[in-house]
Structures are given as structure tokens and as C-alpha cells.
């Protein structure tokens, strides 16, 4: 659990929460069912006009990466640094018997090309080639969060010309005024809330975990080309620990 999104997202909202209820009518005040359709539903709907289906399906991926914790690099380490063992010791293909228990896929996929004999040039392909797929897949991801944040304070804008229009169209009635008021600035109020409480800071959230998964598999990556060339294994475990911050 990444604890910084946690309790980054719940004092942010307790401390937006407890400064509406400071003044005015409180809570109450701050809601209305009219605003939060426009704002949110509305741009959602244009978030969804803008992707494909293929990166809604993700949504899901992205949420766990948000609040998921930092790869365990020195379990990583750790790990490549027995299979080096192994290999200095028994020979490259006795890691056929651990490669089953390895859940990474590319890890996985990686560690038994080197078994197979596939060349230094052929391994360091297929990371480059996983790394180059997996980074257009989480730009497409962060793409629904950078739009929320790009688009949400238009739509609270949105919602203040509709409540501007209603007031305006009923001027005769006064009783009318203060709800359509209500109306305009409160969807300027969730706008921004949607873009700067949520929207941008979970976008750079999963920027900061992809990130960590490019940098999980640069270790996996050297660490499995050092086991095929043969490298002494607590040399590979000082080289690998340069990596962990």
C-alpha cells in the first residue's frame, strides 16, 4: 500500500470538507445534484468520447497502481543473486527448476531465455521491446487522468454559464436566484476539485509508478544478462544495489 496516496487523497478531502463546514450552511451548502451531473458526469463523458475501450479497461490496473507501493528492489536483488549462485555453481540450466516460481511474467519470460541460450543482443531486445509496450500503455492510461484534470474546470465553467442562464431567465422571480447562484458556483467548486484534488495528482501518482516499474526491470534486466555472462555473484549483487535509492 502506497501510503503517500492514502493519506495524500484523505486529508485532502477531510481538509476540503472541514473548511466547508466552517461557514455559511455548511455541507448543505456545497452540494447540488444539478453541479455534480454537469461536472462529473460530464466529464466523464468526454473522457470516455476521447479514449478507447481498451484504456477504460485499465482504469482498474491504474487504480492499484496509484495506491500500490514501491517494487521491492532489494527482494529483487536479492532474488537475482541467488539464481546467480545457482548458476555459477550448477550450471546456467539448473535454473530451470526456479523459473516456474518466478510470478513476473517478463521476469519470468527474461530469465529463461537466458536459460534457453538465446543471445545477450536477443534478451536485451525483448526488455527493450517490453519496456517501449509497456510505456505506450501507461501513457494511454495517465491519458484518462490528464484529461480529467485538463477538461474538469471547463465543465465547472459549464455548469456556471448554465446557472448564470437560469438566473438571468428568471429574474422576475426572486425566490430563483439564490438556487441558480448556487448552482454556478458550486460547479466552478467541484471543477476544480475534480482537476486539482484528484485529476493532477494521480495523474503524476502513476507517472511516478510507471517509472518505478521501468526501473524494477533495468535491474532484472542486468541482472539476468550478468547470470548468462557468468559474473561473480556478490560483484552483481554490489553492481545491482547502485540502483536502489
Known sequence: MNLTTLLGLVFGIITILLTCLMGGAGLAGFWDLHALLIVFAGCGCAVVLAVNMEDLKRIPIMLRQC??????????????????????????????????????????????????????????KY?????????ETHEHGKKIMELAEKWAPSFGLLGTLEGLICMLQ????????????????????????????????????????????????????????????????????????????
Do not use: C, W
Not at 127 to 135: C, I, P, Y
Open 67 to 124: 495506491f500500490g507501493g514501491v517494487p521491492d528492489y532489494h527482494g529483487i536483488v536479492e532474488q537475482l543473486t541467488q539464481y546467480s549462485e545457482i548458476a555459477r555453481k550448477d550450471g546456467i540450466l539448473a535454473l530451470e527448476g526456479v523459473i516456474k516460481n518466478i510470478d513476473d511474467e517478463a521476469f519470468r519470460k527474461g530469465l529463461q531465455l537466458a536459460v534457453d541460450g538465446t543471445s545477450a543482443e536477443d534478451i536485451q
Open 127 to 135: 526488455f527493450d521491446v517490453h519496456a517501449d509496450v509497456s510505456h
Open 170 to 245: 428568471n429574474l422576475s422571480d426572486p425566490d430563483s436566484i439564490g438556487p441558480s447562484m448556487g448552482v454556478a458556483m458550486v460547479a466552478t467548486f467541484y471543477g476544480a476539485f475534480l482537476a486539482f484534488m484528484l485529476g493532477g495528482p494521480l495523474a503524476n501518482k502513476l507517472q511516478r509508478a510507471f517509472d518505478n516499474e521501468h526501473h524494477k526491470y533495468k535491474i532484472i534486466r542486468d541482472g539476468i544478462l550478468a547470470i548468462q555472462n557468468g559474473e561473480n555473484s556478490r560483484l552483481l549483487k554490489e553492481r545491482l544495489l547502485t540502483y536502489v535509492h
